[in-house]
């Protein structure tokens, strides 16, 4: 089962290193341009939406506990 985890994970890092990779080939300046924005964009981007899915991953399923499906819909439409 994690083998699709797996390729997933190794497809979507492989997409930053070629990206950086071809930026290497213009020079200093735009690998180190290219560094400095996919670091910015992993700790502002990502990281930031990952907290806000775990987030709701916690409270849909305490609201799905309870069995009370307009609260359901009411967080996921806030967010």
Not at 8 to 17: A, E, K, M
Not at 42 to 55: H, K, Q
Not at 57 to 74: K, M, N, S, Y
Request: net charge positive; proline share 1%.
């Amino acid at each position: 089962m994690a083998g699709p985890l797996a390729a997933q994970n190794v497809l979507y890092q492989g997409s930053f290193y070629i990206s950086i990779a071809f930026a290497g080939r213009l020079g200093r300046d735009a690998l180190s341009a290219a560094v400095l924005g996919t670091s910015i964009l992993n700790v502002t981007g990502f990281a930031v939406l990952a907290g806000f899915a775990s987030a709701m991953e916690t409270l849909c399923g305490q609201v799905l506990d309870r069995f009370d499906g307009h609260r359901l819909e009411h967080s996921c439409k806030r967010i």
